[in-house]
């Protein structure tokens, strides 16, 4: 019995200080599996426990494919994910900005992101013959949210509505803040991130993740991008 309920391939920085930093302040290693204490910052309006509860469990990340059930072995999505970064290169922008998007922060890409955008849809087409459909409840949830007709037909085909020219790269920092508790921790957390923040930003690999049995995300393997 396999020991994940979903699959994704994210976007997870390597090993180094940026990684770091942000596995501390969501409070989750996805690579080793283990929790982490949160950094002390000053000047935030909760306690970063918190303000991290709701990205803590996919550990820090950047969606490309988003969680899927599979339909057949992890070993043969394995084969075709390494396949697949075999035959594409790398990715760069100019580097990473700290952004409120509606009501959470997150890092989002500067620069040119048509080579991203392109890999992301090549991700979710190449890999969706492993993907089973989601339940009837799972779609009715999806669109309650109040989805465009475009959005919508993204469901159906995909099983996601933020893919293809619907997608938007970014690196979830917090949950859903008011406008006013948002723009106070990105006031904090600026100064403590802009020394970490990868320029240029690279994508050189694509991360299987797998989500646990309790919801949790592990990094199970990298790919690097050698195309």
């Known amino acids: 019995m396999d020991e994940f309920k979903r699959y994704a391939v994210y976007y997870a920085p390597a090993p180094g200080p940026f990684a770091e930093f942000c596995a501390h302040w969501l409070g989750w290693d996805a690579f080793e599996g283990i929790e982490l204490p949160h950094p002390v910052i000053e000047g935030l309006p909760a306690p970063v426990a918190q303000i991290t509860e709701a990205p803590r469990k996919y550990g820090f990340h950047g969606t490309l494919k988003p969680p899927f059930r599979l339909t ?23 580097g990473l900005a700290l952004s409120r998007i509606g009501g959470f922060l997150a890092l989002t890409p500067v620069g040119d992101l048509t080579p991203l955008e392109f890999l992301a849809g090549e991700i979710v087409a ?20 109040g989805l465009s007709e475009r959005q919508n037909a993204l469901l159906t085909q995909w099983g996601y509505p933020y893919v293809m020219e619907e997608f938007k790269f970014h690196l979830t920092l917090t949950g859903k803040l008011s406008v006013e508790d948002a723009e106070t921790v990105k006031a904090a957390l600026a100064p403590v ?3 970490l923040l990868p320029r240029p930003f690279r994508i050189e690999d694509l991360c299987l993740f797998g989500e646990a049995e309790d919801g ?3 990094l199970l393997h990298r790919y690097t991008l050698s195309g």
């Open 193 to 195: 991130l802009a020394p």
């Open 126 to 145: 190449t890999l969706d013959p492993h993907r089973a459909q989601p339940p009837e409840t799972e779609l009715a949830r999806r669109r309650s949210a």
């Open 216 to 218: 949790r995300f592990h």
């Open 72 to 94: 057949g072995a992890r070993e043969e999505l394995m084969a075709d994910l390494a396949a697949f970064a075999a035959m594409h290169k790398p990715v760069e922008m100019e």
